[in-house]
């Protein structure tokens, strides 16, 4: 699951004394920016740079919950 796997990576890092990183825009854009769509051609749902985009967000969205 997901989010569980969200909140023992979060638990881990609190146990470690690590505190999660801050999400900029300008990082998501970076990684949405860094993903070869050529190659993802061949997935049956079409992925463009702002669906990519918008998957980062979400998850971003998903680690502050």
Same mark, same amino acid.
């Given at each position: 699951d997901?989010?569980?796997m969200g909140d023992r990576l979060e638990n881990?890092?609190?146990? $470690?004394g690590i505190k999660s990183p801050a999400i900029r825009d300008e990082d998501i854009s970076t990684l949405a920016g860094s993903?070869?769509?050529v190659r993802l051609s061949?997935?049956?749902v079409r $992925?463009?740079?702002?669906?990519l985009?918008?998957?980062y967000v979400d998850i971003q969205?998903?680690?502050r919950a």
């Open positions: 997901y989010n569980e881990m890092l609190l146990a $470690l993903v070869n769509t061949n997935n049956p $992925l463009t740079d702002e669906s985009r918008q998957l969205k998903g680690a």
